[in-house]
């Protein structure tokens, strides 16, 4: 393996053990995703998700130059601007929405990652930011792929 595979399986690897700690179960599918929840979450998922949201942003430096910045940026801001609509809609959004929204609005970010490889060269800003994209996104889904599950299921039965 390269240098680099081995440090984005580890850092992926780490990511899982973060988000799969029984910690950051703390929040059911179904719970309301609200200030309070998040408050209430630990501080290694809060550490998690404001790194998350630091890498998002700075795709922004990098959207002139890589098509997949692009699709990372549009999907952050689709998914994020999704929840906010529903928030200023007066509508419950549950931590299962968010979830479902990650995987709709984010895996064509991911993907064109991939697909896009070959414009990672090491070592540069772009190649550290779309190894943490990929981290971040692969870490996350983990997570988001068991709870968008969850909340289908509620959805479904309700």
């Known amino acids: 393996m390269t240098p680099r595979v081995c440090l984005l399986v580890g850092a992926c ?19 309301e995703w609200n200030t309070a929840a998040r408050t209430a979450l630990p501080v290694h998922i809060k550490v ?8 998002n942003l700075a795709a922004i430096g990098f959207l002139k130059n890589h098509v997949a910045a692009r699709w ?12 906010i609509v529903m928030w200023a809609m007066e509508h419950t959004v549950l931590a299962g929405q968010v979830s479902l929204f990650h995987i709709i609005f984010w ?5 064109m990652l991939l697909r896009r490889r070959r414009e990672i060269q090491y070592p540069s800003a772009y190649a550290i930011w779309t190894t943490l994209s990929l981290i971040f996104y692969f870490g996350s889904m983990m997570v988001d792929v068991r709870d968008a599950a969850r909340f289908a299921q509620y959805a479904l039965a309700g």
């Open 107 to 111: 895996t064509p970010g991911a993907f």
């Open 13 to 31: 690897l780490s990511g899982t053990a973060i988000l799969n700690a029984p910690e950051a179960m703390a929040l059911s599918a179904t719970d």
């Open 72 to 83: 990372v940026f549009g999907g952050f801001i689709l998914s994020h601007g999704l929840v």
């Open 48 to 55: 998690w998700l404001g790194m998350m949201m630091l890498t």
